[in-house]
């Protein structure tokens, strides 16, 4: 028997529709540094049609792709909102990438026009000339453009256009954004998610459950527009008619903080490492975080002892979210089950998170599909709407399997659906026939009060195959050793876990979306650039 609903798409020009009426007044406020500039949603709803009206000119017709390389601004959240809504594809290029990267994906995406804030240019024109496809750039900003030859103003742009755009009617499958992944190994992947992939995530992030995001919220989404659409922030944000609180390019903790105590936010997402760097700020710094109700946090496994610090020291909760661009990115968060004790809950909060509702997930080990027992160790396999099931003109067939996508994340799942992940598959450690979990060991390390960041690799080793090398970046002034660490961590792992080989280093590199970045660790030990102590203190 056939429904008798309507048969209505999901789209971004829904989304986007909805928000600019039905929140016209709420706020986009973007940080300049010494002041705020503001807009409400009507006038940014304006401008975005403006900018559709700008693009079609220019020759943008439906699925052609149109790149950003920007920081989190109002202009960004227009492009987020008028080239979906137009037909055309949104890229977000990561600033970050190393130039052959950036070249690869702009021209693997076949980007046509490029919109790029004038402080960003010097990074872009630095693979201008490789950009096969790229036909105008469109620059934010008054700042010397010459490095990109013939460019136009974005201002002077959608001065041009009428503030009234003829919005098409779009199949709900088609793409409405993409991304790559930070491309760790190999060429960046890139991922298409589809107006009703986009739409589905927004409307699961916007739930209680997950981001509860309402127009009480102001939400200050520190995590990059450029890496996996800002967690879905921009959409579910609108969505809800909160207001956006955007940091532009000032992304460290000093500005970060006095952003938060101009504007007051209600809730954040943002990277461990970001929120580790405010934290150490606000040590000798006082901030006033008591408008914050809730920071996400992912990107990596988040240390207990980050979440303990903010919750003791500013009472502000640090909730743990998982995913992966691939999953648009939001797959599951650590929220706190009911019958669960005040004791409890941060056993429960540093989990890897709960699987959220139009996720579906497995554990494997090889062909095997392991039981939600809390025990059984695999590898994470999750399908859904917003899942991706293939890369862009890339097969990739060892990323999928019979429809569901091989994450490549190590761990356990118990019978409530939350997950562990104890390491990435290419990063855990086998020590005489047992696995050590780096994740784990990282975040105990780190939960020494001396101990700023902690990255653990896999290093060969004669009797027991490999054991963990620790590389540890101590705060200015720590005076504790190897024997300290050593015996600091005997009251917290297992003896045989406890490394023999330290590496006291100035940082952890890290990727181009702030993860600890292992594999140039890795080629630091192969070429001897490490100064490595064993257990007794001597190389």
Known sequence: ??????????????????????????????????????????????????????????????????????????????????????????????????????????????????????????????VAGELKTVERYIVIGEGDASALGDVLRYEELLAG?????????????????????????????????????????????????????????????????FHANAWGLPYAAWTAGADFLMPNRFLQAEPLCRFIEWERPTFSGAVPTIWNDILRYAETNEVDFSSIRMIVCGGSAVPRILMERFQERHNVKIIQAWGMTETSPLAA?????????????????VKTGRIKAGVELRITDGDKVLPWDGQSVGEIEVRGPWITASYYLDDSPEKFDDGWLRTGDVGTVDEKGYIQITDRAKDVIKSGGEWIS?????????????????????????????????????????????????????????????????????????????????????????????????SGGEK
């Open 1 to 126: 028997m056939l429904s008798t609903m309507q048969d209505h798409p999901l789209t971004i020009g829904m989304i986007f529709d909805y928000g600019r009426r039905v929140y016209a007044t709420s706020r986009v406020v973007t940080f300049m540094g010494d002041h705020s500039r503001v807009a409400s949603f009507a006038e940014v709803g304006e401008r975005a049609s403006r900018l559709a009206n700008a693009l079609k000119r220019l020759g943008i017709k439906p699925g052609d792709r149109v790149g950003t390389f920007g920081w989190n601004t109002q202009e960004h959240l227009e492009a987020y909102m008028a080239i979906p809504a137009m037909g055309a594809v949104l890229h977000t290029l990561n600033i970050r990438l190393f130039p052959e990267q950036l070249a690869y994906v702009a021209n693997h995406a076949q980007d046509r026009i490029v919109i790029v804030d004038d402080t960003l240019i010097p990074l872009l024109a630095r």
């Open 161 to 225: 256009e009428s503030a009234d755009f003829d919005w098409p009617e779009i199949d709900e499958r088609s793409a409405a954004a993409m991304c790559y992944t930070s491309g760790t190994t190999g060429n960046p992947k890139g991922v298409v998610y589809s107006h009703r992939s986009s739409f589905l995530h927004s409307m699961a992030a916007c739930t209680a459950s997950v981001f509860g995001l309402t127009e009480h919220d102001r939400v200050l989404p520190i995590v990059p527009m």
């Open 333 to 349: 968060v650590a929220f706190t089950p009911r019958d669960s004790s005040f004791e409890d809950e941060m056993n429960w909060r």
């Open 438 to 534: 780096t994740v784990e060991l990282e975040n105990e390390i780190m939960a020494h009060p001396e101990v700023i960041e902690a990255a653990v690799i896999g290093v060969p080793d004669e009797k027991w195959d490999e054991r963990p090398l620790a590389c540890v970046v101590l705060k200015e002034g720590a005076t504790t050793n190897v024997d300290d660490l050593r015996g600091f961590l005997s009251l917290r792992v297992a003896k045989w876990w406890i490394p023999e080989r330290w590496a006291f280093i100035t940082e952890v590199p890290k990727t181009s979306v702030g993860k600890f970045d292992k594999k140039v660790l890795r080629a630091r030990r192969e070429h001897n650039e490490l100064e490595i102590l064993e």
